[in-house]
Every structure is written in C-alpha cells, then in structure tokens.
C-alpha cells in the first residue's frame, strides 16, 4: 500500500502502522528540497536538492509527528549545470567536506486536519539552527 504525504518538501510511501501513528517512508521518485533565492531584488532562482532521504511520523489523533531528512548537498540543480557546480565549492555549499545537511522535527502543527505547519531544527556546514517549514498541501491517500 502506498500512501502520499504532499506537504512543502516531501512526498512518502506509507508503511503498516494498524493503531498507531502512520510512518512515511520517503519515496525517492517524488522527495525533493526546494529553494527561491530572490536575486539582488530582480529576479528569482529556483533551484532543488534530491532525492532526499528519511521518514515522516505523523499520529493526527495526538497531533504530534517528526521528521528525520539528511539531503545529499552535491544533488544541488537549478538547471544552470555551471551555477550549480558554483554552488558546491568550498566557500558556498562546500559539497565535498560537507557532503549532508539534515533536518529533524518533531512539533508538528495542524490546522484542522490537516498538517500546517512542521519546526525543527536545519544542520548544514556544522552549524545547526531552528527551522520552520509551512505545509502549502497536504494530502494522504491510498493508490
């Protein structure tokens, strides 16, 4: 059975979990880190990290969950092959001393039912900060 978790970032694979909160594994065809970098005010770079892995843990009757992501920093595409390989040098994402970034949560805000918000903690290069992410959608379903 596959279940889809479609929050900001992530989309999951559901694993057996009868009565008890639902784990998500992370489905590496659709688990993505998205990013806009708005760009001296002119214009704005997208650009993704992926496939990520890790695992969402989600109980809605508790309103609780974590998450677990470790993102490869070398991954790096904004579909500029010659920004990208700019981005992985050693005074920007610094991909070969820094090779994984992770993001772990475990307050998971709902609206409703429905996941609005996940705060966590983002470690990158050493340095670890807090980290909010909103859900834009949200959705679980059998497929």
């Known amino acids: 059975m596959k279940a889809l978790l479609a929050t900001a970032l992530v989309a999951a694979v559901w694993?057996?979990?009868?009565?008890?909160?639902?784990?998500?594994?992370l489905d590496p065809q659709?688990?993505?880190?998205?990013?806009?970098?708005?760009?001296f005010g002119t214009s704005t770079l997208r650009g993704r990290f992926g496939p990520v892995a890790g695992f969402v843990e989600?109980?809605?009757?508790?309103?609780?969950?974590?998450?677990?992501l470790q993102i490869d920093t070398a991954s790096v595409n904004t579909g500029l092959s010659v920004f990208d390989a700019r981005l992985r040098q050693?005074?920007?994402?610094?991909?070969?001393a820094y090779s994984v970034a992770y993001f772990v949560a475990s307050k998971f805000a709902f609206d409703?039912?429905?996941?609005?918000?996940?705060?966590?903690?983002?470690?990158?290069?050493?340095?670890?900060q807090g980290l909010a992410l909103r859900a834009l959608r949200f959705g679980c379903h059998t497929h």
């Open 90 to 96: 050693a005074d920007l994402l610094a991909t070969e």
């Open 30 to 39: 659709h688990s993505f880190v998205t990013f806009e970098v708005l760009h």
């Open 15 to 25: 694993l057996p979990a009868a009565a008890q909160p639902a784990v998500y594994a």
């Open 58 to 68: 989600m109980d809605r009757t508790a309103r609780t969950g974590s998450v677990s």
């Open 112 to 128: 409703g039912e429905a996941l609005s918000r996940v705060n966590g903690e983002f470690t990158w290069r050493g340095v670890s």
